[in-house]
C-alpha cells in the first residue's frame, strides 16, 4: 500500500535543466533509501542516483556533476535536480524506494514510480 508519484519530466534541449520530483505515500514505517532509475528503449534499467537514510550519494558514473538527488526526510519525497543534460540522457525515469511498510515491519521491499519521460534534443 504504497505509492510513488513522478513529477517533471518533459522536453528540453541539449545543455538544458530539468528537475524531477517523487513523493511518497501510504503505509510507510520508514524509507531506507530513495533515488532514481532510467530506462532508454531497448536498453535495460539502470541506477542514476539513490540517497540513503545516512546521507551519502551515488550517483552514475554518466550523470556525476551533472545530476544532484536531494531527499527530504520529513516529507518523504526526492527530486532529481538535472543540468547541462544531452540527449543520451533521453529515457523514461523512474523513482525507486527501498521502503518498510507498518504492516510488514522487519522487511523491505523496493517500490517504483510509474516513471516520466525526460527528451533532450540536440
Known amino acids: 500500500q504504497v505509492q510513488l508519484v513522478e513529477s517533471g519530466g518533459g522536453l528540453v534541449q541539449s545543455g538544458g535543466s530539468l528537475r524531477l520530483s517523487c513523493a511518497a505515500s501510504?503505509?510507510?514505517?520508514?524509507?531506507?533509501?530513495m533515488g532514481w532509475y532510467r530506462q532508454a528503449p531497448g536498453k535495460q534499467r539502470e541506477l542514476v542516483a539513490v540517497a540513503t537514510s545516512g546521507g551519502s550519494q551515488n550517483y552514475a558514473d554518466s550523470v556525476k556533476g551533472r545530476f544532484s538527488i536531494s531527499r527530504d526526510y520529513a516529507k518523504n519525497t526526492v527530486d532529481l535536480q538535472m543540468n547541462s543534460l544531452k540527449p543520451e540522457d533521453t529515457a523514461v525515469y523512474y523513482c525507486?524506494?527501498?521502503?518498510?511498510?507498518?504492516?510488514?515491519?522487519?522487511?523491505?521491499?523496493?517500490?517504483w514510480g510509474q516513471g516520466t519521460q525526460v527528451t533532450v534534443s540536440s
Open positions: 501510504g503505509s510507510i514505517f520508514s524509507i531506507n533509501v
Open positions: 525507486y524506494a527501498v521502503i518498510t511498510t507498518t504492516q510488514h515491519r522487519g522487511t523491505t521491499f523496493a517500490y
